[in-house]
């Protein structure tokens, strides 16, 4: 078997805080939660793109229940590390959501404000039920009241990259969740 050549931006991480392993594994308890909820219905997931992509990519495999899919772009973090007001939320949604059982998944869910944003936009948009799954919390960052029905983990207040999560679309790639080096961002606070 070949050698798996290092990732070179993960010497950019100051340390782990969500392992590859640990990460397969709480999806694979995850997609097993939503196939017991979502039993004998369809079930049309909505991502939010692009920090949901690895997400979404892995959950789908899981899935046993009949899926359609559909994304949206929405943003808070227009620049730099910290959300910036209001979110852009771009509605492309290319399927009819009217009656369907919504799973809206995004990487992370922070101030609150997008999720937020995207699920009104959906049940605007006549779903019969709209759920969200994340896989990262970061509850000490909220600013308006919302819960996600499916979490893979907590995490404190740490700027963090990987699994989908970006730094200026950067770190998308990196197999696990890490703390970014603040000298790899501290110049654009």
Known sequence: MPKKT???ELKHLDHIL????AIKR????LSEEINRDYAGTHLTVIAVVNGAVVLVADLLRKLRVQVRLDC??????????????KPVVIDSLKLDITGQHVLLVDDILDTGNTLSAVKTLLLAKQAATVKTCVLLDKKARRVVPFEAEYVGFEI????VVGYGLDFNERYRNLPCIGVL??????GLL
């Open 6 to 8: 290092p990732i070179p």
């Open 72 to 85: 949206v772009r929405a943003s808070s973090y227009h620049t730099g590390t910290q959300a910036a007001g």
């Open 156 to 159: 404190p207040n740490e700027f």
């Open 26 to 29: 709480r999806i694979a308890s």
């Open 18 to 21: 969500v392992s590859e392993a």
């Open 181 to 186: 080096k603040p000298k790899y961002y501290a």
